[in-house]
Every structure is written in structure tokens, then in C-alpha cells.
């Protein structure tokens, strides 16, 4: 019972953790679309 709790709380502090990666690679292909246009 306890090993699954731990995993169920594993797997929401990936979830939080993934959050700003995710923004910081949105930002990333925004950023290098808008460098596509440019050249």
C-alpha cells in the first residue's frame, strides 16, 4: 500500500517538475521559427 502512494506522488512531482521544461521548450521553437523568418 505504501509503494503505491510513493509512486502516485513520484509521478506528480515529474508531472510539476516537467512544467517549466515544457514552457522552456515551447519558448525554444517559437524562438527558432521567428530565426527561420528573419534569415
Do not use: V, W
Not at 9 to 17: C, G, Y
Not at 19 to 34: A, D, G, N, V
Request: aromatic share 12%; hydrophobic share 45%.
Amino acid at each position: 500500500m505504501e509503494g503505491t502512494n510513493f509512486r502516485g506522488e513520484n509521478i506528480l512531482f515529474l508531472k510539476i517538475a516537467i512544467q517549466p521544461i515544457k514552457k522552456y521548450h515551447t519558448l525554444l521553437e517559437i524562438s527558432f521559427i521567428t530565426y527561420k523568418k528573419i534569415l
